[in-house]
């Protein structure tokens, strides 16, 4: 994809944002989702093609990554999908929509197994009133997490990881459904598993399902909020 390309869809994203037909998380996942879809593209392009055709480059020794530790910071980007209701008090609970979620992640591994990290995002759910799933019934929050991370190297190339996070989650105030909800925050607790690629000995990209036990939405409601999160991280390895 050009510069010109990106510069489109940014636009674009931008003038949908200025017509309240998209939330700021949703353009930014969206463009983070297109870019790293398309430099996964070239990364199988040249993997199939290397060294075919006229033009042909010379042979590198690739380098020797080893067994190292597996220590990263990077973008962090996916998709919430709601596993419970949204409770505002004793009398009133709404349906879910899926939602999305942006931040930064890191990790200083002391070994190749075991370090200490955190992610900080911004994230939005959808509540669907009377059947409808409105952007005004759009609820944002964000969350700051800390904890342990695991590392498990499959390949030099290849790692499986997952981690334990204590967080904690703040949430904006909203309307839903004409009731009026202030803005609450709270603690909970986080988990996942990724699998990782290390690109380039300082670069890497990976998949991850986490899941997530957030504190109420509302003051009023003693239910706590369980979602799992789809999504894709570009990391910077040292």
Do not use: C
């Not at 070239?42 to 530790?69: C, F, H, S, T």
């Not at 004409?178 to 603690?187: A, Y």
């Not at 670069?203 to 009023?220: M, V």
């Amino acid at each position: 994809m050009s510069v010109g390309a990106y510069s489109v869809a940014t636009a674009t994203g931008l003038m949908r944002m200025a017509n309240n037909k998209h939330w700021l998380s949703d353009v930014m996942v969206g463009a983070g989702v297109g870019i790293l879809s398309t430099e996964f593209g070239y990364w199988i392009a040249d993997a199939i093609m290397e060294e075919k055709g006229l033009n042909i480059k010379e042979v590198q020794q690739e380098p020797i990554y080893g067994y190292g530790r597996p220590s990263l910071f990077g973008f962090y980007l996916g998709f919430n999908v709601p596993l419970s209701r949204y409770d505002v008090n004793e009398d009133n609970d709404f349906q879910t929509s899926m939602g999305t979620t942006l931040g930064v992640e890191g990790a200083y591994f002391l070994n190749r197994y075991i370090g200490l990290g955190g992610r900080a995002t911004i994230s939005n759910l959808q509540f669907i009133v009377n059947g409808t799933d409105a952007p005004e019934n759009t609820l944002n929050f964000y969350d700051f997490s800390l904890g342990p991370y695991f590392s498990f190297p499959l390949t030099p190339r290849w790692t499986l990881g997952t981690k334990l996070l204590a967080t904690y989650t703040q949430y904006n105030a909203t309307d839903i459904g004409g009731t009026h909800v202030p803005r609450n925050g709270g603690m909970g607790v986080g988990s996942g598993l990724n699998i990782d690629y290390r690109v380039r000995q300082h670069f890497g990209f990976g998949l991850f399902l986490d899941y997530n036990i957030q504190p109420p939405h509302s003051q009023h409601s003693g239910e706590y909020v369980h979602t799992m999160t789809l999504g894709a991280k570009a990391a910077i390895r040292f």
